[in-house]
C-alpha cells in the first residue's frame, strides 16, 4: 500500500509518515479491504445459488480469465500513478500474441517467443514513452493514436491469417491450462510479476518517484526527478506487461487473430480505477488494481453462472467504474476538508 505524501522529520535522523499520509494510507487500505469483502460476498452468493460455481475447474477457470487481465492492470496502475494513461494496451496485447504465436508455429523456441512478445510490447511502451514525454502531449492522445496505429500495422501484419492450437507445441498449450490443482501456472506468474511490482514501488526510489511525480509534476521535477526517464520507463514496464499478457494469452486461448485484444483496454482501465488508483496520479496501489482486474473477472464469470445474459457485464462495468470514480472524489474532498480543519487550528 502506498501513497505519496511528504514525510515531516519528528527528530534527527528519524522520519514517521505524516498526519495526511496516515490518513490516505488507512482510507486506501479501506478500498482494498472493501473490494476484498465484495468479492467473498459475490463468490458466496453465487456458489449458494450453483453449487458448482467454486469447484476446482471453476476457480481454474476463474484465476485463468484473471491472470491476463491482473498482468495488463499492474501496468496501467504504474502509468495512472503518474497522471498519464495508456490505452494501447489491447492493441500492444493483439500484436504480442501474434508475434508469440508466429514463432511458434514452425516449431519454434518458447524462449524465443517469449522474448519476441515482451521486445514487441517494450518497442511499442518506449514509442508512447517517448511521444508523451517529449512531444508534451496528453498522454490520452497519444495513446488513442497509438491504439489505432498498433491496431493497423498488427492488421496489415495478420491480413486473414489466423494461429490456431494446431500450430502450437503440446507443452505450450499445457503451460496455459495446466497447474497445481486449481491454481494455474498463469495466475502464479501473474502473482510474482504483482508482488515483484508492489517491492519495486515501494522500496525503491525510481518506484517512489512514479508517486511524487503523480502527487505533484512541478514538484518532482524541482526536487530533481528525471520526469522524462521516469515517463519513458512506466510506459516501457507497462508495455513489457502487455506484451507478456499477449504471450500469455496465446497460451490461454491458443488462437489469435488481427481482432485479438480489441477493447481490451477499456477492461483494464476500469479495473485500475476500480481498484482504487485515482486518475489525479500519486496514489493506488498495483494490489488494488489487481482486486480490481479480480472483481470485475468474477462478475464476468458469476453472471452466466447465475443465468444472466452476458450483456449486462459491460453495463456493471460501467456502474463500478462510476462509482469508483465517485469514491474518490468524496475521499479526496473529505481529505481536503480535514487539512482545511488542522491548518486553521495550527494558525
Same mark, same amino acid.
Given at each position: 500500500m502506498t501513497a505519496t505524501v511528504p514525510l515531516q522529520p519528528e527528530t534527527a535522523g528519524q522520519v514517521r509518515p505524516s498526519a495526511t499520509h496516515r490518513l490516505v494510507d488507512t482510507l486506501l487500505r479501506l478500498r482494498? #479491504?472493501?473490494? *476484498?469483502?465484495?468479492? $467473498?460476498?459475490?463468490? #458466496?452468493? +453465487?456458489?449458494?445459488?450453483?453449487?458448482?460455481?467454486?469447484?476446482?475447474?471453476?476457480?481454474?477457470?476463474?484465476?485463468?480469465n484473471a491472470a491476463i487481465l491482473v498482468l495488463v492492470a499492474c501496468?496501467? /496502475?504504474? *502509468? *495512472?500513478? +503518474?497522471?498519464n494513461v495508456d490505452l494501447s494496451v489491447g492493441s500492444i496485447l493483439g500484436v504480442a500474441a501474434f508475434a508469440t504465436g508466429d514463432v511458434l508455429k514452425g516449431g519454434g523456441s518458447v524462449v524465443v517467443a517469449v522474448l519476441a512478445a515482451l521486445a514487441v510490447g517494450v518497442a511499442f511502451g518506449l514509442l508512447n514513452g517517448l511521444l508523451v514525454s517529449f512531444g508534451q502531449v496528453p498522454s490520452l492522445v497519444v495513446t488513442l493514436g497509438t491504439l489505432y496505429i498498433i491496431r493497423g500495422v498488427d492488421s496489415l501484419w495478420?491480413?486473414?491469417?489466423?494461429? +490456431? $492450437? /494446431?500450430?502450437?507445441?503440446? %507443452?505450450?498449450?499445457?503451460?496455459?491450462?495446466?497447474?497445481?490443482?486449481?491454481?494455474?501456472?498463469? /495466475?502464479?506468474? $501473474?502473482v510474482v510479476v504483482l508482488i515483484a511490482t508492489g517491492v519495486f514501488l515501494r522500496n525503491y526510489r525510481t518506484g517512489r518517484d512514479f508517486y511524487a511525480l503523480g502527487s505533484n509534476?512541478?514538484? /518532482?521535477? =524541482?526536487? %530533481? +526527478?528525471?520526469?522524462?526517464?521516469? #515517463? #519513458?520507463?512506466?510506459?516501457? =514496464?507497462? %508495455?513489457?506487461?502487455?506484451g507478456l499478457a499477449g504471450c500469455l494469452y496465446m497460451a490461454r486461448f491458443a488462437n489469435v487473430d488481427s481482432g485479438t485484444g480489441s477493447g481490451f483496454e477499456l477492461t483494464v482501465v476500469s479495473a485500475v480505477v476500480v481498484g482504487g488508483v485515482a486518475f489525479t496520479g500519486g496514489s493506488g496501489s498495483v494490489y488494488g488494481a489487481a482486486l480490481g482486474a479480480l472483481l470485475l473477472t468474477s462478475i464476468n464469470s458469476m453472471l452466466p453462472s447465475l443465468g444472466i445474459s452476458s450483456v449486462w457485464v459491460q453495463a456493471i462495468d460501467g456502474f463500478l467504474l462510476l462509482l469508483a470514480i465517485a469514491v474518490d472524489r468524496v475521499v479526496a474532498v473529505r481529505i481536503a476538508r480535514t487539512l482545511r480543519k488542522r491548518s486553521a487550528r495550527h494558525v
Open positions: 482494498e #479491504i472493501a473490494l *476484498v469483502g465484495v468479492i $467473498a460476498v459475490l463468490l #458466496i452468493g +453465487t456458489q449458494v445459488d450453483n453449487s458448482r460455481f467454486l469447484s476446482e475447474q471453476g476457480v481454474k477457470d476463474l484465476l485463468l501496468g496501467e /496502475a504504474v *502509468v *495512472v500513478m +503518474t497522471r495478420v491480413g486473414s491469417r489466423q494461429i +490456431t $492450437a /494446431a500450430d502450437l507445441s503440446p %507443452g505450450f498449450l499445457s503451460f496455459g491450462h495446466g497447474g497445481v490443482g486449481a491454481v494455474p501456472w498463469l /495466475a502464479l506468474l $501473474a509534476p512541478e514538484a /518532482a521535477r =524541482l526536487a %530533481g +526527478t528525471p520526469v522524462r526517464r521516469r #515517463i #519513458i520507463q512506466v510506459y516501457i =514496464l507497462c %508495455g513489457a506487461l502487455a
